[in-house]
């Protein structure tokens, strides 16, 4: 199977809740990743809400990110 994020929820600052096809969520901290210049415009929240889903989360300037490692480097919730 290949692996999808189905739902996305904003939690709060750099934070999103992620669903994925196999029916596990985490939530994860984007905060860490804002170094990277692929992330850097995210610092600003109004811009980091802004995500879109297709299969992943995606921004407008071009980011996105691999569900395995949302799966990976999430917290498992419940």
Not at 26 to 48: C, G, H, I, S, V
Not at 52 to 63: C, E, Q, R, V, Y
């Amino acid at each position: 199977m290949i692996l999808k994020v189905t739902d996305v929820e904003y939690l709060g600052g750099h934070t999103l809740l992620c669903g994925f096809n196999n029916g596990e969520k985490r939530k994860m901290d984007f905060a860490p990743l804002l170094k990277y210049p692929a992330f850097e415009e995210l610092k600003d929240e109004k811009m980091f809400v802004q995500f879109g889903l297709l299969d992943t989360i995606f921004w407008s300037n071009g980011a996105d990110i691999a569900p395995e490692y949302l799966l990976e480097h999430g917290e498992k919730v419940a």
